[in-house]
């Protein structure tokens, strides 16, 4: 009795479990049926109102399990969708410096502006519900590392005239390095049926 009455947070093992099945549930449920009428509810409703309860549930779990990879989905879409025009800034400047397959990869319309920069962030969720949950998170995977590329050559140019803000860029790059390792990391968990 004396427990119930101690101030604390929730049990973490009961809130990974949850975040565990809630991620299970949201993705079986879409993928299995394959109603498109579901899909495009559930598409339109993340895209007007975001579903941040349950992805705060998410965003503590591990970042290479299903609930943690879906986090970074959402949080990659929701950062795309909230300042279209600076992450297509930093999507285009990252492109230049790695003039690698990443820009293929994440599949982006070039040239990339705002529009097509959301498009991208769309087309990334809807393949998290249909196609190759793989494919989805290797292209978000791809689009983080051109993030990530576009920040440290800002974090750069800052360097000399704002140190503050080389730092504010250096931290988004790392993330976003970060947010891509963790991706491919959950793909290829995914793709020997062991992302959980």
Do not use: C, N
Request: glycine letters at 8%.
């Amino acid at each position: 009795m004396l427990f119930e009455y101690l101030p604390g947070g929730e049990d973490p093992a009961v809130l990974s479990r949850i975040a565990h099945e809630s991620a299970q549930a949201l993705l079986s449920r879409v993928r299995t049926e394959r109603d498109p009428e579901v899909l495009e509810r559930l598409l339109s409703y993340v895209q007007t109102h975001g579903i941040d309860a349950i992805a705060e549930l998410w965003s503590g779990s591990l970042p290479d399990s299903l609930p943690g990879a879906l986090w970074r989905i959402y949080l990659l879409h929701a950062i795309i969708r909230k300042d279209p025009d600076d992450v297509s800034g930093l999507y285009r400047l990252g492109v230049e410096q790695l003039r690698g397959i990443e820009e293929a990869v994440a599949g982006a319309a070039a040239p990339t502006g705002p529009d097509e920069i959301v498009q991208l962030a769309d087309r990334i969720l809807r393949g998290v519900f249909e196609g190759d949950f793989a494919i989805a998170l290797e292209r978000a995977a791809a689009f983080s590392r051109i993030a990530a590329a576009g920040s440290a050559h800002l974090a750069d140019q800052a360097d000399v005239r704002s140190p503050e803000e080389a730092k504010e860029f250096t931290t988004t790059a790392l993330r976003f390095s970060q947010y891509s390792e963790h991706l491919v990391a959950a793909a290829r968990r995914w793709r020997v049926g062991g992302l959980d």
